[in-house]
């Protein structure tokens, strides 16, 4: 099994800036895809950003440009940096990860959420 703990969520001005962070821990024997989604009240979870096979990055373009995911495959660890937020930024935001176990089966896993409020 793997957990996922996401930090750094918090309220911030709009303009400004964080840093989320995502550490997994458990069973991991090779990441496939980390990613980044949201969910603000009343719409869908939706993809913020992921770095899939190859280390490509995708970012909707809603955040592109102000958004960046990286990873640390030594800690396990997935960030995002979010520039220049705004308001609309609001959400729920679920670190997102699968893994790809020791006989190449493939698991996804969500953390719990941490709360991202772009308020002034």
């Known amino acids: 099994q793997v957990q996922l703990a996401e930090s750094g969520g918090g309220l911030v001005q709009p303009g400004g800036s964080l840093r989320l962070s995502c550490a997994a821990s458990g069973s991991i024997f090779s990441i496939a895809v980390v990613g980044w989604y949201r969910q603000a009240p009343g719409k869908e979870r939706e993809l913020v950003a992921r770095i899939i096979s190859g280390g490509k990055a995708n970012y909707p373009d809603s955040v592109k440009g102000r958004f960046t995911i990286s990873r640390d495959n030594a800690k396990n660890a997935v960030y995002l940096q979010m520039n220049t937020l705004k308001p609309e930024d609001t959400a729920i935001y679920y670190c997102?990860?699968?893994?790809?176990?020791?006989?190449?089966?493939?698991?996804?896993?969500w953390g719990q959420g941490t709360q991202v409020t772009v308020s002034s």
């Open positions: 997102y990860l699968e893994n790809t176990d020791v006989l190449g089966y493939r698991y996804a896993y």
